[in-house]
């Protein structure tokens, strides 16, 4: 069974930045799309950014802030967020093709 851990969440102030991460217990086909999703209490789970064979997507709300990126030679999904805002506060949670992490908390607030 394939098994997708997150890290990196935590509590930034807004303006700052975090890093997650999203390790795969064995290698990934790159040609499976892989996504970052998040949701926040009381909303319905949102797609955040998604990275193809052919490219990177980007919801239109973190669009410029956000990057997605992947290290295949590490098994491990990354996004980078910048500029957070407390709207930015939410669970996120990577997944790639029917598999899915537990999510790591994310919290922005001064």
């Known amino acids: 069974q394939v098994q997708l851990v997150e890290s990196g969440g935590g509590l930034v102030q807004p303006g700052g930045s975090l890093r997650l991460s999203c390790v795969f217990s064995?290698?990934?086909?790159?040609?499976?799309?892989a996504n970052w999703y998040r949701q926040a209490p009381d909303k319905q789970r949102e797609l955040v950014a998604t990275?193809?064979?052919?490219?990177?997507r980007y919801a239109d709300f973190v669009k410029g802030r956000f990057t997605i990126s992947r290290d295949n030679a590490k098994n491990t999904l990354y996004l980078q967020m910048n500029n957070l805002q407390p709207e930015d506060t939410a669970v996120y949670s990577c997944?790639?093709?029917?598999?899915w992490g537990q999510g790591t908390q994310v919290t922005v607030s001064s």
């Open positions: 064995e290698s990934l086909s790159s040609l499976y799309d």
């Open positions: 997944s790639v093709f029917r598999w």
């Open positions: 990275m193809t064979p052919g490219g990177t």
